[in-house]
């Protein structure tokens, strides 16, 4: 069964800042389920947060169990001038990830370049009326005027759901953040740019801690950026981070205070026969997810994606090849900038199954234990209601077949680079540009 | 060869990036920047390696990250051409009185005047510039060059018969028509970049193939003193020289990469200088509170020219004379 979700839209119930709709804005940035799946974040490129909410399923409507909705809409970020280097901030949301559930309220963590964002997403169904000295239109009555007392009571209203933003955690990177991740510890969080990762407390605004810093003495002797960090899922000590040049670090904060040695060094040798130009772009690691069980880390970089064993730092455990026809079009890819695109990687509930995205709207998904991989598309066209996504094939040379698609053919302005996967069952979101598709398994 | 061409060719893509990356909002990223000063490294070292000679590698036609194919680029691609033998009404078309301010040295760096290979200008030379690209092939390292010596005005030009007959090296030059002519244009007098090899060929001497001085201004500079037999079809490329703005000329760098540098500079414009001066220490340097001191700017500036413009010296030599 597919779901298709229309262009996002401002439309929800509550909105605090209203921005007309502008085509560019409208590109999703980051995708993520919270922790029950319930809740589905979409972050934009004009600083939006959208939230959908999972219908519950209902016996009448079997076939629409489970159809995601927009919850709330709020403007997370700001575009901002730094008058001090002359800089305009972006509004993008570059990251959102959510805090687990401890009460009514649902609170997430939103992040542009440079300021970090706690946002508590709360509902309102009942509103106090009776007032004393307010009327029902909240003007204040002359106490004069009041003769007898009530005690004001909750009636029902419509569902208003409200986010407000209750921390701000600004002022701490100079460089662009591309990365958040909530420690297991609930009470901790850490914000990594491209030289420095920093660890925050949720209560506290105005100070953080250095834990990683890798910018050079002399800023001419860099030679590498951090390019994503995670903390572990179950070990709060313990956190990585990917760099450029396509190494990973696992770090143990009970080792020091600012963890410039890591624990653990992951790094596969360099194939010298595959050296080029741009070799080094490609095995710059674009995003790093441990794995739910927390034995493994998958990194994305430009070709392909990896699986790490924790306990073999030399090489990874399984590699897969995602679109391995653009080895040759490195340098047309590189001249129109599709070479640093940012590709995410997901792992499923269980660990078994990982996807990620490619060019053409294409994603990739690959089954660990059966080594079989397929290919599907994410557009309108193939998506209507209740279809069944074809698998896909990019024909690579040699006699394209009817179905199959040429490498020349791509369309590389139709990037998935955002894709989340539900904690626990097969639904799938993946973040077309500027269009959410919802995909799941096809029930009987 | 091929990957001296591509090495020049990514190393104007890369610049124009790093140059873009200077408007785009947001500010500068620092990883992106970072990969592209690593490219332009490995783009550079093959450059600087590969020891094919005598390339003057026009830049793209004023765009900084030009296509394959120019606009107004008649002779497209090196190998259109290289199948032609010069005719000889073209190589008469090489004559042309050299450019006063241009310094005489080898291998002047095809300053190429990127900006300016028009449609117009190559036209008429389309297939002389064929020619001298074949020729190309055969033309020498500066030392070896300068062993040998100006060559004289007929062995300049025997390059050109002998070129198309010699095996025809890969290594020519992807698009500035002039670049070629003028590469190929031996000069009597000074010019050793085109030193023909000993085994001039048998060809009969055209008439007196002028060899082109280039300097950065580049194009369409002959030696000095050299007799412009064909002096209409050269008043065209003349033309486009003097309808260039801000044609900057070397200081006569030996090397060659100056004048591409040069060349580079002409797509940026005189704002490139700019490019360096904040980075390298005046303009805006400061950082967050704490930090200062001879750290290279911060993600507002260009962190990573530093780095990248220092690896190559006589790049950032001839920028700064700007």
């Known amino acids: 069964m597919v779901h298709i979700l229309p262009p996002l839209n401002p439309c929800q119930t509550y909105c605090p800042l209203i921005t007309a709709p502008q085509p560019r804005t409208d590109i999703i940035s980051t995708v993520e389920f919270n922790h029950t799946g319930e809740l589905l974040a979409t972050g934009d490129k004009g600083g939006r947060v959208v939230i959908f909410q999972r219908e519950q399923e209902s016996k009448n409507q079997v076939h629409r169990r489970g159809e995601y909705n927009v919850y709330s809409t709020f403007q997370s970020h700001e575009p901002e001038f730094d008058y001090l280097k002359s800089l305009e901030i972006e509004e993008k949301i570059n990251k959102i990830r959510w805090l687990p559930q401890q009460n009514a309220a649902y609170f997430l963590l939103s992040t542009n370049d440079k300021t970090v964002k706690l946002w508590k997403v709360s509902e309102r169904d009942k509103r106090p009326e009776g007032y004393n000295l307010k009327d029902e239109e909240g003007r204040l009555r002359d106490p004069a005027t009041i003769t007898t007392l009530r005690v004001p009571v909750l009636r029902p209203m419509d569902l208003m759901v409200e986010a407000t933003p209750r921390r701000v955690f600004a002022n701490a990177h100079t460089y662009h953040i591309n990365s958040i991740s909530v420690n297991s510890d609930y009470e901790t969080y850490m914000s990594a740019d491209d030289l420095r990762i920093n660890l925050w407390n949720f209560e506290i605004t105005n100070q953080s801690f250095n834990i990683v810093d890798i910018k050079p003495a002399n800023m001419e002797e860099l030679t590498e950026v951090i390019t994503a960090a995670e903390f572990h899922p179950h070990h709060c000590n313990t956190f990585v981070y990917s760099s450029s040049k396509g190494t990973i670090r696992l770090c143990d904060m009970r080792a020091s205070a600012l963890c410039d040695r890591h624990t653990k060094f992951f790094e596969e040798p360099e194939d010298p026969s595959n050296r080029s130009f741009f070799s080094e772009i490609i095995s710059s690691i674009s995003d790093v997810k441990f794995s739910h069980s927390g034995r493994y880390i998958m990194t994305r970089d430009y070709l392909t994606v990896k699986v790490w064993d924790l306990n073999m730092e030399n090489r990874p455990i399984e590699t897969y090849q995602v679109h391995d026809y653009l080895r040759s079009k490195l340098c047309s890819l590189y001249e129109n900038d599709c070479i640093f695109d940012k590709f995410e990687c997901v792992w499923n509930g269980s660990d078994s199954v990982i996807m990620t995205g490619s060019y053409n709207n294409f994603f990739r998904m690959f089954d660990r234990n059966t080594k079989r991989d397929v290919t599907l598309e994410a557009s309108r066209e193939n998506s209507k209601p209740r279809a069944i996504l074809k698998p896909r094939k990019v024909c690579v040379g040699g006699k394209r077949r009817k179905d199959e698609i040429s490498v020349d053919s791509l369309d590389f302005s139709k990037k998935i680079l955002h894709t989340a996967w539900h904690p626990s069952e097969n639904i799938i979101a993946v973040a077309a540009t500027n269009n959410l598709y919802i995909f799941q398994d096809k029930v009987n | 060869m091929e990957f001296k061409l591509e090495a020049h060719r990514i190393v104007s893509i890369s610049l124009g990036k790093i140059y873009n990356s200077r408007v785009q909002r947001g500010g500068i990223k620092l990883h992106k920047n970072l990969l592209v000063s ?43 051409g290289w199948g032609e033998p010069p005719p000889p009404a073209a190589r008469a078309a090489w004559p042309e009185p050299e450019r006063p301010a241009v310094p005489d040295a080898p291998w002047v760096g095809g300053a190429e005047p990127t900006a300016t290979v028009t449609g117009a200008a190559d036209a008429p030379q389309g297939r002389a510039a064929d020619a001298a690209e074949a020729a190309w092939g055969r033309v020498e390292g500066p030392r070896e060059a300068a062993a040998r010596g100006a060559g004289s ?27 070629r002519r003028g590469a190929a244009a031996a000069s009597p007098g000074a010019d050793r970049r085109c030193a023909p090899p000993p085994s001039a060929d048998e060809s009969p001497a055209p008439p007196a193939v002028c060899p082109r001085k280039r300097g950065a201004a580049g194009v369409g500079g002959g030696p000095a003193g050299c007799p412009a037999p064909g002096s209409t079809p050269l008043k065209k490329p003349r033309r486009n020289l003097e309808e260039q703005p801000g044609r900057e000329e070397d200081d006569g760098a030996e090397e060659m990469e100056t004048g591409n540098v040069a060349n580079l500079i002409s797509i940026f414009g005189s704002s490139f200088s700019g490019l360096l001066r904040k980075s390298s220490g005046g303009g805006r340097e400061e950082e967050e509170g704490e930090e200062s001191g001879p750290e290279a700017a911060e993600p507002g500036q260009i962190c990573c020219d530093k780095p990248v413009l220092r690896d190559m010296n006589p790049w950032s030599t001839a920028i700064v004379a700007f």
């Open chain 2, 38 to 80: 690593l490219v332009l490294r490995s783009a550079r070292q093959v450059y600087l390696s590969d020891p094919c000679p005598g390339l003057y590698l026009a830049g793209p036609a004023g765009t900084p990250a030009p296509p394959p194919q120019q606009p107004g680029e008649p002779a497209a691609g090196p190998p259109a």
């Open chain 2, 153 to 179: 005005p007929a062995g300049g030009s025997d390059a050109f018969p002998e070129a198309p007959q010699a095996a025809r090296r890969p290594c020519a030059c992807p698009s500035g028509g002039e670049d």
